[in-house]
């Protein structure tokens, strides 16, 4: 399964505005984006459309976590937010 | 014509058309099940169309609004069609579980999960509630509960306010508050003055009051009627024109002969003290310190602390502010110092006490506070809140010199420390009357209860004796930095109602601290006496058999007020 690492940029973490802005694109995918932190099983990874899971998963700056996604577009979707967690949302 | 009376706690006349606040949403019963002849597909086909509706709903809100509203509004619409509650709510209905049960269990587990996490996440917990309980009233068909959205100004009619409330209330939209419960203590009470909305509350019946009716609002009268007369109207016509003069303040607080009293604000952090600078305040009586500590599962760092206090400090200088060390407990817990199983929370652990459990935090606070003041050009007092004895009073100003503070004090909230204020004030350098607190000790009469609303008024006349005394003994403990006798102000509610400033100037007060919308009206009112005067009006209040009188015939010397409508 495709997968990608990306470094949580947002100063806050992937919480509040930053959670809410990645929960949306994560939604907008035509795929279905899992989510977890380095490490973790993929069984426990979890959905990164969900926005209160993103709270639980309680990710701080500079945490890695793995970002997973099968089927057409999958690639591309993966990149796209990878790139939107390594930029600091709360900066914007 | 149908009145109501109740208790008016904020001034203003006006007429509007009513906004009933929904009732809140009632819990489904535990176990209530799908009705019969309801597939599990249909139930979570409903549930995830209620989800929707409520995204769209808070979606559009979130549209309109700025700032931090727009992203709680967004986070929050987001959590109502999110996976995680829905797939856990859904699973419940294939269960067995009816819509609304599902989804009310699923918010419960979802909450304490975030809550469990602390921080920024416990914060959002109350979040998923709210969105719980908005699905819940979307698939019974019954209307959101809070705060009714609408474009078109309206009189809101509550049961009463919660906090929280408070975010959602929009003063451009909101004419007025009326409730059914409260007294003159009540949030909603404190909410409105600090909007500056008319309000009254516990008007009795104000409930059964139909959307969309027409009434009068007289804030200062405590009076509600419905189908406003003419002269209803005339009153509701001048009070726009005369509401616009009262809301400067020129930043001088004197009676008619000159006779000086500083009018300072109450704040509640950096954003209130800037704003109550811009409203003419000469300083601050009250600086509550707790928004730095609220909703924290820890105690902040004293370099955070210090941080904040310096803020609100920036705002004043070469002025007055008057700090409160943290005042936890009762209404206000805070799970690293209070105990919540206490049975009698008011009369527990909580203020100054908590010290006796809890040692450190506010040795902590006061070198917090040491800092912000070197660090900073306001004249920064320093007052502890709960204090009872003479002996609390001598701890808490050794506890200030040793921190490097200069002017320690007291709050007189207990009925003890002003029977004893002599003694009290031979340790420290000043005491300010937390009205609120005092009442509510002195008549034994819980602030936030409805029918005791006629015990719970400034007006009570054993109120009264017992800011004299405080007053008295000042007089006898001599001198303070001036030579004067040591500064007693009041910065309770009671500052904030004209015709009760007046009285307590006559009592001897030297100084009045209250929300910063209140500055203009006292300050216009209190220019209108002499000190002779206000020590008449004291003397005919405190000799009242009733707090009803004793307001009512203070105010029948004071005519200003009913022209100004205050």
């Not at chain 1, 919480?15 to 380095?38: D, N």
Request: charge should be negative; charged fraction near 20%.
């Amino acid at each position: 399964m495709p997968e990608r690492t990306a470094t949580i940029a947002s100063r806050s973490g992937l919480h509040a505005r930053p959670a809410a802005l990645f929960a949306e694109a994560a939604g907008e995918q035509p795929v279905e984006v899992t989510i977890s932190m380095q490490g973790e099983p993929a069984d426990d990874a979890l959905d990164a459309a969900s926005i209160l899971s993103l709270m639980t998963l309680g990710a701080a700056k500079g945490d890695v976590v793995v970002l997973r996604a099968e089927g057409d577009g999958a690639e591309a979707a993966l990149d796209a937010l990878v790139k939107l967690l390594e930029t600091d949302l709360d900066a914007e | 014509m149908q009145n109501f009376q109740g208790v008016g706690v904020s001034p203003g006349r006006i007429i509007g058309s009513v906004r009933q606040m929904p009732k809140p949403v009632s819990e489904p019963p535990s176990g209530e099940r799908l009705a019969e002849g309801i597939s599990p597909e249909d139930a979570v086909a409903r549930l995830k169309a209620a989800a929707q509706s409520v995204h769209d709903e808070l979606k559009g809100r979130a549209d309109t609004a700025s700032g931090d509203g727009k992203a709680v509004l967004e986070a929050t619409a987001l959590m109502a069609k999110d996976t995680m509650l829905l797939k856990s709510a859904a699973k419940l209905i294939n269960a067995g579980s009816s819509a609304e049960r599902a989804i009310w269990e699923a918010g419960a587990s979802v909450s304490e999960m975030l809550h469990n996490l602390g921080g920024y996440m416990a914060e959002r917990a109350t979040d998923v509630l709210d969105v719980r309980a908005r699905i819940v009233a979307e698939l019974r068909g019954v209307p959101a509960p809070g705060i009714p959205a609408s474009d078109t100004p309206f009189i809101l009619v509550a049961e009463d306010l919660a906090p929280a409330d408070t975010a959602t209330l929009n003063p451009a939209v909101v004419l007025a508050l009326v409730t059914s419960g409260g007294g003159p203590q009540s949030h909603t009470a404190i909410i409105a003055r600090s909007l500056g909305l008319p309000a009254v509350v516990a008007a009795h019946g104000v409930d059964d009051l139909a959307d969309a009716s027409e009434v009068y609002v007289d804030g200062a009268a405590g009076f509600v009627a419905v189908a406003p007369s003419d002269e209803q109207r005339a009153a509701a016509k001048a009070w726009a024109e005369t509401s616009a003069t009262l809301a400067e303040f020129d930043g001088n607080g004197t009676t008619a002969d000159g006779h000086l009293v500083p009018l300072l604000a109450n704040v509640g952090g950096a954003k209130d003290a800037v704003a109550a600078a811009a409203l003419g305040a000469q300083g601050v009586g009250l600086f509550r310190t707790e928004f730095c500590f609220l909703e924290r599962d820890t105690e902040p760092s004293v370099d955070e602390q210090a941080a904040a206090y310096k803020a609100v400090f920036d705002a004043f200088p070469g002025k007055k502010v008057v700090l409160r060390t943290l005042d936890a407990g009762a209404d206000k817990p805070l799970p690293f110092l209070t105990d919540a199983t206490e049975p009698n929370p008011a009369l527990g652990v909580r203020g100054y006490r908590t010290d006796f459990t809890t040692p450190g935090v506010l040795e902590r606070q006061l070198e917090a506070i040491a800092r912000a003041d070197s660090e900073s050009e306001a004249d920064v007092w320093v007052m502890a809140p709960m204090i009872s004895t003479a002996a609390e009073a001598g701890r808490f100003a050794s506890l200030c010199a040793a921190a490097g503070i200069e002017t320690p004090g007291v709050m007189v909230e207990v009925p003890s420390a002003a029977l004893t204020s002599a003694t009290v004030l031979r340790e420290v350098g000043f005491a300010s009357l937390g009205t609120n607190d005092l009442t509510q000790y002195a008549m034994a009469a819980d602030r936030q209860l409805g029918p005791l609303a006629e015990l719970n008024t400034p007006w009570q006349p054993a109120v009264l004796r017992l800011v004299q005394l405080t007053v008295e003994g000042a007089a006898q403990e001599g001198s303070g930095r001036e030579g004067d006798p040591k500064p007693v102000g009041v910065c309770g509610e009671a500052a904030a109602d004209p015709a009760l400033a007046v009285v307590l100037t006559g009592l001897g007060v030297t100084t009045l601290s209250m929300t910063a919308r209140s500055l203009a009206a006292v300050g216009t009112v209190l220019k209108t006496v002499t000190l002779e005067q206000a020590q008449e009006l004291a003397r005919l209040a405190l000799s009242a058999p009733s707090a009803l009188e004793a307001r009512d015939w203070v105010r029948a010397k004071l005519p200003v007020l009913e022209e100004l409508g205050l």
